[in-house]
């Protein structure tokens, strides 16, 4: 059993909020909190984080703009930021400390470092790749010189049983001791993590999923798992999977095949098939969701195949494997994109997406919004149930 989180109201400050990804792990972490103010200069985030949070003051602004007398006022308890991952990123050409988009991550940390009632706990997302950095140096120059405790984390929804590759760098900081032994190396799982924390994993035990829905997934995907052919692509981060990982069909929408219409894989994008990372519901793991996802198909995230038809899977797997042969699609004709357009390959709705970032049923996305928008916002969120594990062990 876990240790109780202290019970007093904590005043948080959300630095880059986005869509609200933080605000809805620091619910799901059952702590009592008031965020003081959240800050994002990304107008189409906060539009989404202000149709679905209405009580909290939210400012958009750059966050260079704090004023150190602003933020001692506001007496915060607990710092929560991802701050921009593009400078970390081989798209973003790696440019570290000296992009622009770092600057007001630096700023927050001269501010932590020059108040005199600082937070008492902080936490930093960002992506694989920060944790060798020179932004990173700074945050632990930083934190050591200010006397904070501190654990780093690369951690994957996969391993608690999200069916979802998202593996991220993770910070947690705090003025006073750990209840776990910390190390100067990231580190890949919770620590001590009590099994009421696995809602994901536990879920799998729940009568409530044994609806017939369920039991019917299970016989009608099974004959694709069985191939030994496959079209999906990307081996990465299998060996995290849990065993109690849920299947993808956890996480669809349950709607008529006219309504994902809209949503079909268009034909001129076919000629992407090879590199296509295709899954089932079947499955147990999907690729990341990016920035990119609705707009370009190679390494933007998955799609998703409608058809459970096994002789049409195998088809397609034979044309996979003789056009990676070949190296070249022009001996494709009408039978070969038929046989791509049998499998009803569709995009994963906004809010298939968001299901498999954790977001609440409630969770809603503004009626203006087209459907790029909200892919890119979704694209740049977290994993919210993540992130909340990681709340919980700070605050212990």
């Known amino acids: 059993m876990a240790a109780p989180i202290e019970l007093h109201e904590f005043r948080v400050l959300e630095l880059y909020s986005g869509i609200?990804?933080?605000?809805?792990?620091?619910?799901?972490s059952g702590v009592n909190f008031k965020v003081v103010t959240a800050i994002d200069i990304?107008?189409?985030?906060?539009?989404?984080?202000?149709?679905?949070?209405?009580?909290?003051?939210?400012?958009?602004?750059?966050?260079?703009?704090?004023t150190l007398e602003q933020f001692e006022k506001w007496n915060i308890n607990i710092i929560l930021m991802s701050p921009p991952c593009q400078p970390f990123t081989r798209i973003g050409n790696k440019k570290d400390?000296?992009?622009?988009r770092t600057q007001s991550f630096l700023h927050v940390l001269d501010l932590i470092d020059k108040a005199k009632n600082k937070p008492q706990n902080i936490l930093v997302e960002n992506v694989k790749g920060f944790e060798l950095s020179e932004a990173r140096q700074y945050l632990i120059n930083?934190?050591?010189?200010?006397?904070?405790?501190?654990?780093?984390?690369?951690?994957?929804?996969?391993?608690?049983?999200?069916?979802?590759?998202?593996?991220?760098?993770?910070?947690?900081?705090?003025?006073?001791?750990?209840?776990?032994?910390?190390?100067?190396?990231?580190?890949?799982?919770?620590?001590?993590c009590p099994d009421d924390w696995l809602a994901y994993n536990n879920l799998e035990n729940e009568k409530d999923l044994q609806t017939n829905t369920l039991v019917e997934c299970e016989s009608k995907w099974q004959h694709l798992?069985?191939?030994?052919?496959?079209?999906?692509?990307?081996?990465?981060?299998?060996?995290?999977?849990?065993?109690?990982?849920?299947?993808?069909?956890?996480f669809l929408e349950k709607k008529s095949t006219d309504y994902f219409q809209d949503y079909l894989v268009e034909e001129k994008n076919f000629k992407w098939f090879i590199i296509m990372d295709i899954v089932h519901p079947g499955l147990k793991k999907t690729m990341c969701f990016?920035?990119?996802?609705?707009?370009?198909?190679?390494?933007?995230?998955p799609i998703i195949q409608m058809s459970n038809n096994v002789l049409e899977f195998k088809d397609a797997c034979e044309l996979k494997s003789k056009t990676v042969s070949k190296n070249s699609r022009e001996f494709w004709q009408d039978e070969e994109m038929e046989i791509i357009r049998k499998l009803k390959l569709r995009y994963f709705t906004p809010r298939?997406?968001?299901?498999?970032?954790?977001?609440?049923?409630?969770?809603?996305?503004?009626?203006?919004?087209?459907?790029?928008?909200?892919?890119?916002?979704?694209g740049n969120s977290l994993n919210v149930y993540v992130v909340s594990l990681l709340i919980k062990l700070m605050l212990m």
């Open 290 to 301: 990016t920035k990119r996802y609705g707009h370009y198909i190679n390494g933007s995230g």
């Open 142 to 192: 930083t934190l050591q010189e200010n006397g904070y405790y501190f654990q780093e984390f690369l951690l994957t929804p996969l391993q608690f049983g999200i069916p979802n590759c998202r593996l991220r760098y993770y910070l947690i900081a705090k003025s006073k001791c750990f209840n776990f032994e910390v190390t100067d190396k990231p580190i890949t799982e919770i620590p001590n």
């Open 352 to 378: 298939e997406v968001a299901n498999l970032l954790c977001f609440p049923n409630d969770f809603d996305f503004p009626p203006n919004l087209n459907r790029i928008q909200l892919y890119r916002c979704l």
């Open 97 to 100: 400390v000296c992009d622009i």
């Open 225 to 250: 798992e069985d191939c030994e052919q496959n079209i999906h692509q990307e081996e990465l981060e299998d060996h995290v999977i849990s065993d109690k990982c849920l299947k993808l069909e956890h």
């Open 42 to 66: 990304n107008t189409t985030a906060n539009e989404i984080y202000r149709h679905n949070i209405q009580s909290v003051e939210l400012k958009s602004v750059g966050i260079e703009k704090i």
């Open 20 to 28: 609200g990804g933080m605000h809805y792990a620091l619910k799901q």
